[in-house]
Nanobody
């Protein structure tokens, strides 16, 4: 089992940056692919980015390509989401998730954090 706790959300102005962190518990963290998803009010949960178990492969949604970067540190059981050039449409609750393989589909992730709110003001 893996338990996930996100942090780092907050209020930022358009064009600003935030770095989200996801702390994972469990000795098998390094065997999991990790993903970030987001959900805005009244909208479905949306894929943002994922990373494979070693960190050698990542994939980013078109909506955030060139602005968001995922990374992980398996020695610290941490996953990060660096968000630059933030826009009001990035406002959402951001969730990290762990799964057996990288995927854009939320249903393929077995473990989820509680989420952290990101609000981008215009």
């Amino acid at each position: 089992q893996v338990q996930l706790v996100e942090s780092g959300g907050g209020l930022v102005q358009t064009g600003g940056s935030l770095r989200l962190s996801c702390a994972a518990s469990g000795r098998t963290f390094s065997s999991y692919a990790m993903g970030w998803f987001r959900q805005a009010p009244g909208k479905e949960r949306e894929f943002v980015t994922h990373i494979n178990w070693s960190g050698s492969s990542t994939y980013v949604a078109d909506s955030v390509k060139g602005r968001f970067t995922i990374s992980r540190d398996n020695t610290k059981n941490m996953v990060y989401l660096q968000m630059n050039s933030l826009k009001p449409e990035d406002t959402a609750v951001y969730y990290c998730a762990a799964g057996s393989r990288p995927s854009v589909y939320s249903s393929l992730y077995a473990y989820w954090g509680q989420g952290t709110q990101v609000t981008v003001s215009s």
